[in-house]
């Protein structure tokens, strides 16, 4: 069976420092990867997803970047992290798009 | 055109009673219209979905009714619980769009006891 691991859970970080959030999908290949933002109220935001290694599209301009360096690895990343990047952000996975999105547990970030 | 209008954004309901969540799309090249249950700090998970070719689909206690030409969709949650208390996301979503589901804001609805 298919599952998808994200880490760290939550996440507390200054103003100005890193980021570097981490999505492994198992128990399939080529999957459609996507990493979301939940912010209060606001529904879910698509930042960016990926049919393949290496590539990537962006749906929002920001500080932020993906990565895709392996078939089931996705990587959510910032240089320096602003106020406004709080949230919960969710990775999560498709095959071949049949309309089914598999969602992670999520990632809590603070930024102080 | 890309957008899903949710409504209401939060709602309550006694146990027993009927939950209804609604949802309004512009672009007509929708052709799949999930619905996604979210529990407090947990990610989405897909409840049920329908495609517009069928007007009603029935899972349960939850049944998702669609009016093509009104270009709306809605969850109905029959006799609701109080383990139904979560966040519900519609969306949408046309074929050749890699998978860029188009969802709604949200609605968070309290089953009281």
């Known amino acids: 069976s298919q599952t998808i691991h994200q880490w760290p859970a939550t996440l507390v970080q200054p103003v100005g420092s890193p980021l570097s959030l981490e999505c492994t999908v198992e128990?399939?290949?080529?999957?459609?990867l996507y990493w979301y933002r939940q912010a209060a109220g606001r529904g879910l935001q698509l930042l960016f997803y990926?049919?393949?290694?290496?590539?990537i599209s962006s749906e929002v301009p920001q500080n932020l970047s993906a990565s895709r360096p392996q078939d089931r690895q996705f990587i959510l990343s910032s240089k320096k992290l602003l106020l406004s990047d709080s949230g919960f952000y969710l990775c999560?996975?498709?095959?071949?798009?049949?309309?089914?999105?598999?969602f992670g547990e999520g990632s809590r970030l603070t930024v102080l | 055109q890309q957008q899903v209008k949710q409504s209401p954004q939060s709602l309550i309901v006694q146990k027993g009673g009927i939950s209804i969540i609604n949802c309004a799309y512009e672009n007509t090249a929708f052709d799949y219209f999930p619905w996604y249950q979210q529990f407090p700090g947990k990610g989405p998970a897909l409840l049920i979905a329908?495609?517009?070719?069928?007007s009603e689909k029935k899972e349960g206690r939850f049944t998702i009714s669609f009016n093509k030409s009104a270009k709306q969709f809605s969850l109905h949650i029959m006799d609701s619980q109080p383990g139904d208390s979560a966040t519900y996301f519609c969306a949408a979503i046309y074929g050749g769009s890699q998978g860029n589901l188009i969802f709604g804001k949200g609605t968070k609805l309290s089953v009281k006891p």
């Open positions: 990926s049919v393949g290694i290496g590539q």
């Open positions: 999560a996975w498709s095959s071949d798009w049949d309309g089914e999105l598999f």
């Open positions: 128990g399939t290949s080529n999957p459609n």
């Open positions: 329908i495609r517009p070719d069928v």
